[in-house]
């Protein structure tokens, strides 16, 4: 039982979730958002690369169409070499900002929103030696399971990418023996589509090892944040509140609610009885409400002390069995009495209205 319970068997909580996320520590997988990454990468290359060809042909004409050797100052490097910085921040620039935005989407559709300060908070401990072996020893540790786990799927996604990229030269591999003596043009054009098809052929190599790596992170991760019997029963605890505090508190608000009911005795007009097990003290007060109200019910000893409080303080006490029961059973404290009880409880306050005239 004592090691049942000291294992993780349980599926972690929505408050568990939300905490191990307010840490960073969510389901994430570094293969898919690289995968889709150079996809996206590639794809821009492909929508971009046309300009990108056109601005380095521009570059050159204007390097060659300018070039005098005797305006070049090898002392003003700055100023011969300011002209390739801007061609190149043409070129450049635009791809590296719309490869940032896709790298910034990529990786929100695969954590979500999350703002974990515990992830870039300064921790001394970290800079200790004892830390510092430890994690080296668990770099170069080839035995350690996670090590084991990464490596194989290291050599696993060179193998499988190596191998679609060269399924796609094998299969043009006549058109690859067939370059020579082919004008420039020509084989530039043959040579552009074999890398395409490599390309395309890698990068869904890619995209389908990610998919598997992102199931399988998340996998650990949900075997990760599995929580013990124990740790269920203390949220419960810590979200709900201790079981005999909740207690002790319903007792105080009951006792409470009793003495305020216990209040209300002296002011009513009747307490209607069983004789012996039900009580129930009636009030009307037009001003309050359209018909009279239950102020206080009782049962056994509650329903003693109703009758205790109302011979002290001269409430007439009535009894009549079948109206103290279903008074007792169909009005809460401080409601209204039922329409069908209207014409029963009617009789009684009129009959203690004559004594209370006849005793005038």
């Known amino acids: 039982m004592g090691n049942d319970a000291a294992e993780k068997t349980e599926e972690a909580t929505e408050r568990r979730r939300r905490k191990e996320r307010e840490r960073g520590n969510v389901s994430k997988s570094k293969d898919m958002d690289s995968a889709l990454v150079?996809?996206?990468?590639?794809?821009?290359?492909?929508?971009?690369?046309?300009?990108?060809?056109?601005?380095?042909?521009?570059?050159?004409?204007?390097?060659?169409?300018?070039?005098?050797?005797?305006?070049?100052?090898?002392?003003?490097?700055?100023?011969?070499?300011?002209?390739?910085?801007?061609?190149?921040?043409?070129?450049?620039?635009?791809?590296?900002?719309?490869?940032?935005?896709i790298a910034i989407i990529v990786i929100r559709m695969d954590v979500g929103q999350v703002f974990a300060l515990e992830k870039v908070k300064f921790n001394p401990e970290n800079l200790s030696p004892k830390r510092m072996i430890q994690n080296f020893k668990r770099l170069i540790n080839p035995f350690e399971p996670r090590s084991l786990v990464e490596l194989a799927k290291s050599i696993l996604k060179i193998v499988v990418v190596a191998a679609c990229g060269y399924s796609a030269i094998n299969a043009r591999k006549g058109d690859l023996m067939g370059l020579v003596g082919l004008e420039t043009p020509i084989a530039l054009h043959i040579i552009i589509s074999i890398l395409i098809n490599m390309i395309i052929n890698?990068?869904?190599?890619?995209?389908?090892?990610?998919?598997?790596?992102?199931?399988?992170?998340?996998?650990?991760?949900?075997?990760?944040?599995?929580?013990?019997?124990?740790?269920?029963?203390?949220?419960?605890?810590?979200?709900?509140?201790?079981?005999?505090?909740?207690?002790?508190?319903?007792?105080?608000?009951?006792?409470?609610?009793?003495?305020?009911?216990?209040?209300?005795?002296?002011?009513?007009?009747?307490?209607?009885?069983?004789?012996?097990?039900?009580?129930?003290?009636?009030?009307?007060?037009?001003?309050?409400?359209?018909?009279?109200?239950?102020?206080?019910?009782?049962?056994?000893?509650?329903?003693?002390?109703?009758?205790?409080?109302?011979?002290?303080?001269?409430?007439?006490?009535?009894?009549?069995?079948?109206?103290?029961?279903?008074?007792?059973?169909?009005?809460?404290?401080?409601?209204?009495?039922?329409?069908?009880?209207y014409v029963a409880v009617a009789e009684i306050l009129a009959f203690v209205y004559r004594q209370k005239n006849g005793e005038n």
């Not at 043409?90 to 935005?101: A, K, Q, R, Y």
């Open 38 to 101: 150079m996809t996206g990468g590639i794809a821009l290359l492909a929508i971009l690369g046309k300009n990108m060809f056109n601005t380095i042909l521009d570059m050159m004409r204007e390097t060659f169409a300018h070039l005098n050797p005797n305006n070049i100052d090898v002392n003003d490097i700055s100023g011969l070499l300011l002209p390739y910085f801007r061609f190149l921040g043409i070129i450049v620039l635009p791809f590296l900002v719309l490869l940032v935005i």
């Open 202 to 341: 890698m990068c869904l190599a890619m995209l389908v090892l990610g998919f598997i790596d992102k199931k399988y992170q998340h996998y650990e991760y949900e075997k990760s944040i599995k929580m013990t019997k124990q740790e269920i029963k203390d949220e419960q605890k810590d979200t709900e509140g201790d079981p005999k505090i909740k207690a002790r508190i319903k007792s105080i608000q009951m006792q409470m609610a009793r003495q305020r009911m216990m209040s209300s005795v002296p002011n009513a007009d009747v307490v209607v009885t069983n004789p012996t097990h039900y009580a129930v003290a009636i009030k009307y007060d037009k001003s309050k409400a359209p018909a009279p109200m239950v102020v206080a019910k009782g049962v056994d000893y509650l329903a003693f002390e109703i009758k205790e409080i109302a011979k002290e303080n001269n409430v007439p006490i009535v009894e009549n069995r079948p109206v103290a029961r279903a008074l007792y059973n169909s009005v809460p404290i401080d409601g209204i009495i039922p329409s069908d009880l």
